[in-house]
């Protein structure tokens, strides 16, 4: 059996899924709703010059915000968050607008009265290894 492309695989990985897990083909990892991605680091990054690492965090986020025909506010949010633990593991958790970073933009107006929001996007923000705040939000 062929593995998916590299494209069809990303869309695999990033997809929500109702199941409590997938498996893409079986010489692949197996994501669940905690979803813990490949096997962790090959060396130990336990230490505190691998904090760069950890510091690394992932939101996907979308948000929908619009207003019914019969004046309803119609509202839905889903953000995750992917961190990195201490040895490596890449981990997605569930988690809220709140919790994303005040450098993300779009999901200012979101609950304020009914203006139409729609955002798709993933935020990945870190700090390196010098201690400097980075981050980068696309859009999508």
């Given at each position: 059996m062929n593995p998916p492309d590299p494209a069809q695989r990303l869309y695999?990985?990033?997809?929500?899924?109702t199941d409590m897990s997938f498996s893409l083909h079986p010489e692949?990892?197996?994501l669940h709703r905690t979803q813990a991605v490949g096997g962790?680091?090959?060396?130990?990054?336990s230490g505190p010059s691998f904090d760069f690492i950890r510091s690394?965090?992932?939101?996907?986020?979308s948000?929908?915000?619009?207003?019914?025909?019969?004046?309803?506010?119609?509202?839905?949010?889903?953000?995750?968050?992917?961190?990195?633990d201490e040895i490596?593991?890449?981990?997605?958790?569930?988690?809220s607008l709140g919790a994303l970073p005040l450098?993300?933009?779009?999901?200012?107006r979101y609950g304020e009265h009914c203006p139409e929001i729609s955002i798709r996007a993933v935020f990945v923000d870190w700090n390196d290894h010098q201690g400097r705040y980075g981050f980068e939000q696309v859009n999508y």
């Open positions: 695999n990985l990033a997809s929500v899924q692949s990892e197996t962790g680091a090959d060396i130990d990054i690394i965090d992932v939101f996907q986020v948000i929908r915000q619009s207003e019914s025909d019969k004046g309803e506010c119609n509202r839905t949010d889903f953000v995750r968050h992917g961190t990195y490596g593991q890449y981990n997605w958790r569930a988690s450098a993300f933009r779009g999901e200012e």
